[in-house]
């Protein structure tokens, strides 16, 4: 499964982005997506992941009601809806795919990723 994100920018404290990952594989719809950040000098930490189905979401507890994961499996292409973004959303993004039997909050538990694109927050 090849990823490819995009949608970062430099946005001020505050604002919205909305980041894309476009996967091409055409068994996309049977994994579980997630979205990954790594600032400078932190490990990268799970932001945010999806069922296959989309049915189920999960966030880390400094996103949740700010940043919302979404899909759409005939477009292979998962989301991720950034609003009342903060200085410490500053980080660079990655989307990665796992086909595990469940949503995993480890890196160690997806096995696709892609290149990341970079969030900047202006405070």
């Known amino acids: 499964v090849q990823l490819q994100a995009s949608g970062g920018g430099l946005v001020q404290a505050g604002g919205s982005l909305r980041l894309s990952c476009a996967a091409s594989?055409?068994?996309?719809?049977?994994?579980?997506m997630g979205w990954f950040r790594q600032a400078p000098g932190k490990e990268r930490e799970f932001v945010a992941g999806i069922s296959w189905s989309g049915g189920s979401t999960y966030y880390r507890d400094s996103v949740k009601g700010r940043f919302t994961i979404s899909r759409d499996n005939a477009k292979n292409t998962v989301y991720l809806q950034m609003n009342s973004l903060k200085a410490e959303d500053t980080a660079v993004y990655y989307c990665a795919a796992s086909a595990r039997a469940r949503v995993g909050i480890r890196s160690s538990e997806y096995s696709y990723w892609g290149q990341g694109t970079q969030v900047t927050v202006s405070s």
């Open positions: 594989a055409r068994t996309f719809s049977t994994y579980h």
